[in-house]
């Protein structure tokens, strides 16, 4: 079992930065592929970046968004970086033992933050 605690979310100006952080509770973190996911209203839950031994990040992040993980800690973040008023969503830590870049890859999840964009 793994629970996830995220932190880090907020309001930000376009152009801006935001770093996320999870924290992860249980056993062998450092066994678990660690994925972020966001949802913005109305719309379903998408893909933003994973990290297992490599990292991969959805298009429209990619150059702009950093995943990182500290498996002594316990952590992943994900740094954010030139926003747009598009990022604007609750951002979802995941974890999995095998994941992908779909939702139902992912085993467990926090319970979310929310990052808004102003334009």
């Known amino acids: 079992q793994v629970q996830l605690v995220e932190s880090g979310g907020g309001l930000v100006q376009a152009g801006g930065s935001v770093r996320l952080s999870c924290a992860a509770s249980g056993r062998s973190f450092s066994t678990y592929v660690m994925g972020w996911f966001r949802q913005a209203p109305g719309k379903e839950r998408e893909f933003v970046a994973r990290?297992?031994?490599?990292?991969v990040y959805a298009d429209s992040v990619k150059g702009r968004f950093t995943i990182s993980r500290d498996n002594d800690k316990n952590t992943v973040h994900l740094q954010m970086n030139n926003l747009k008023p598009e990022d604007t969503a609750v951002y979802f830590c995941?974890?999995?033992?095998?994941?992908?870049?779909?939702?139902?890859?992912?085993?467990?999840w926090g319970q979310g933050t929310q990052v808004s964009v102003s334009a």
């Open positions: 990290i297992s031994w490599r990292t």
């Open positions: 995941a974890a999995a033992r095998g994941g992908g870049m779909a939702a139902t890859d992912y085993d467990y």
